[in-house]
Structures are given as C-alpha cells and as structure tokens.
C-alpha cells in the first residue's frame, strides 16, 4: 500500500512538472520564433514597470493569445505523461492525469482573465501584481520580483513560470547583458579574469583598483580599456556614489600575509579580507532603494575555500572565515541578492603554486551566477563539494535562530 501511494505521488508530480517545463519551453521558443513572438509579444505590451496594467483591453487579448494557446499546448502534451506511464506499464497509472487536471485549470483561469471575470486576475495572476515588492527574487520558484526581471530586464531570460528549472538549466536565470558590474581587486589575476568573461557576456564592467594605472583587457590581442576607479581600503563609504550606479558589486580584494603572524600582519589580514569587504557590502545595500533595484541589484563577494578548509596560511583563513560568517549573517535581511564565491586554489599573486587557471575559474563563476547559484563553489578539492553547503545551512540556522533583525 505504501509503495502504490509513493508510486502515486511520484507519477503525479512527475506529470504536474513535465507540463510546466512544456509550458517555460514554450515561452523560451516565443521568443525565438517569431510566428510565436507575434502570439507572446501581447504580454509585454501590458505592464509597466510598477506592474500596473497599461490598458485593460490589451490585458484581455494578452490572454486569449499568450496564455490560452500556451495552456492547451500543456494540455496536448500532458497525455504524452500518460503514455509514458501506460508504456512502462507503472502504476497507478491513473495519477498521470494530475498534469492533466493541472494545464485545465491552467487554461480555465486564462480564459476566465481573457473574458475579463472579476477578481481572477488577482487571486491567479500572481506574478503580475503591482505593490512594493517584498522578497528578493527567489530561487526555486518564480515570484513577483523573479518575473519583473523577464518584462524590465531582460526579455530574453527569465523565461520561468512556475519553477525556475528551465533557466538554470539554460544558463538565463541571470542576465548580464548590460549589467554595470564593478570588480574590487581589479588588477589582480582574478579580476582581470572576471572583468574580461563579464565583458564577453555583454555586461559594462568597472574596475576597482588600488592601483591608479587604467586596466586594459586582452582579448584576442586587442586591448580594450577598462573604466577604472582608484580606491583605497578604509575609504569605502567614498564610493557611494560610485556604487548609486552599479548593478553587480563583486567584492574580490584581499591578502595573504602567508606565515607571519605578528601584530601588523594579524591587522592588514582582518582590516583588508574582513572589514573592508564587509563595509563595501554595507555601503552597497545603501543603494538598494527601488523595485528595482531589488530585482537587480546583488553583490558577489569572495569568501574563499578557506572557509572551510586549510589554507595553509592561518591569517588567512581567520580572517576569510570571519567575512564568510558575517555574509552569513547579513544576507538574513539583506536587501538585494548576495552570492559567496568560495574558491579553490587558483594561480594568483597570492598563490603562485594554485592548480587550477584564473580564467577558467572566472569563467565558472560566471556560468553558475547564471544559473541563479547563491553558493558558488569551484574547486578541484571534492571534500568542499561536501562540508560547505553542511556548514553553510548550520550557520545560517544558528544565526537565525540566535538573532534577530530590529
């Protein structure tokens, strides 16, 4: 009994997904197919940015031509779940139909909006409600500020309408295109890295230096200037205005004092990996203010393997350990998206004797932010794979049950 029950369950969640991933799809195929595109573009003639409807008859129409069609698509594909099952012979086959039950109610809202019923659109066009947004855009499932990005800022991605699957797997849970990114660390192995696959992905870079020389890229034996900015650690708040302007803050500086552990080194180690990258995530979420700068608005911050492994360089390790938890602790109530990038050893200034190529670390960071990872781990060392998202969610736990935001 209890293995027909699990069967069950699992045959009508299988067939609830497989028509939502036909319906995200279908909305990428929109917008790359133009007999499509001619259907779709009527849902991006409705809203404004603050989500209000720009005209109710074009809002109707939207329906019968984006979302009707869209729905009886899923409903013609979710009978292939049941041939699926009925071939394989599994059971209860008649939990297939969930998928089936689901796009029909799928379909009779859509209808129920084009016909312009009252009040369906609120209790069932969730994504498109006008209001202040209240939550960061999430992870797993598409909210309110997930979907405004799709119609405000990229319409090529963010093609999810339920489950944000597709676009991970895609690489468009994040757009770049256009992004003003700045870099910290700049004119290290690493920045230069990340500014050059930033730049490759469409994205307005900014260096952040301490050197004040100009930055060039080196792509394909051109060099490209980049637009730099000479700071000083201690002088974060300085950047403020800098920052009004930025959409990605990647934090990236630091130090390794290697063996010494006198009283200077112990100073330079925390005032440098610490406390300067943890004021310039402070001074950052100054500027998130708008909708949409909470949709678009995240800071990328280094925090290191060390965090949960040895790097040989106790200073360190103390001090980025000490930034990891305090990312921990922040991005609790932090207003905008913030992701940690924990790095393995990578040939650097810092560490010469890394194993693994700037620029293929780079261009792992990138292709995770685009997939919406908030923990970017890259690495050759499998026992990070492991120990850090354990640690991650033990810390985050502690700290949230422990504190309060006020």
């Avoid at 230096?209 to 700071?231: A, F």
């Avoid at 310039?280 to 998130?288: P, W």
Wanted: with cysteine.
């Amino acid at each position: 009994m209890i293995h027909t029950v699990s069967w069950g369950l699992a045959i009508a969640f299988g067939s609830v997904l497989w028509v939502e991933l036909v319906r995200d799809i279908y909305h990428a195929l929109s917008h790359v197919w133009q007999p499509l595109y001619r259907l779709h573009s009527w849902h991006h003639r409705v809203f404004r940015p603050d989500l209000s409807v720009a005209n109710e008859t074009i809002y109707r129409q939207a329906h019968w031509y984006n979302d009707v069609p869209e729905a009886l698509l899923m409903l013609l594909f979710s009978f292939l779940g049941y041939g699926v099952v009925y071939t394989w012979d599994l059971s209860p086959q008649w939990t297939a139909f969930a998928g089936t039950l689901y796009t029909v109610g799928f379909l009779a809202t859509a209808i129920a909006r084009g016909l312009g019923i009252p009040y369906v659109d609120e209790i069932t066009d969730i994504t498109h409600r006008q209001g202040e947004f209240t939550s960061l855009p999430a992870k797993l499932f598409v909210n309110r500020t997930y979907h405004w990005r799709h119609h405000f800022d990229n319409q090529n991605a963010y093609f999810c309408g339920t489950l944000t699957l597709i676009d991970k797997i895609m690489g468009t849970a994040l757009s770049l295109k256009g992004k003003k990114i700045a870099v910290t660390g700049a004119s290290g192995t690493l920045g230069i890295a990340l500014l050059k696959q930033l730049h490759l992905r469409g994205a307005k870079v900014t260096a952040l230096s301490s050197s004040s020389n100009t930055i060039d890229l080196d792509l394909e034996g051109e060099k490209l200037p980049i637009k730099t900015i000479s700071w000083q650690t201690g002088k974060e708040a300085e950047l403020a205005t800098v920052l009004e302007k930025i959409d990605i803050l990647i934090i990236n500086h630091g130090i390794n004092v290697h063996q010494a552990r006198n009283k200077d080194a112990v100073s330079k180690s925390y005032e440098i990996n610490t406390f300067s990258a943890w004021k310039l995530m402070e001074t950052f979420f100054t500027t998130v203010k708008t909708n949409k700068d909470i949709a678009t608005k995240e800071v990328w911050i280094n925090t290191s393997e060390a965090e949960v492994n040895p790097a040989f360089s106790p200073l360190y390790e103390l001090s980025k350990r000490t930034l990891g938890d305090l990312v921990s602790l922040r991005r609790l109530d932090a207003p905008c998206v913030v992701r940690k990038l924990i790095l393995g050893p990578f040939k650097s200034n810092l560490n010469p004797v890394g194993v693994m190529s700037a620029e293929w670390v780079a261009k792992q960071i990138v292709n995770l932010a685009q997939r919406d990872i908030r923990n970017i781990i890259v690495t050759i060392n499998p026992i990070t794979l492991l120990l850090f998202p354990i640690k991650e969610l033990l810390v985050a736990s502690y700290f949230k049950l422990f504190t309060r935001k006020k």
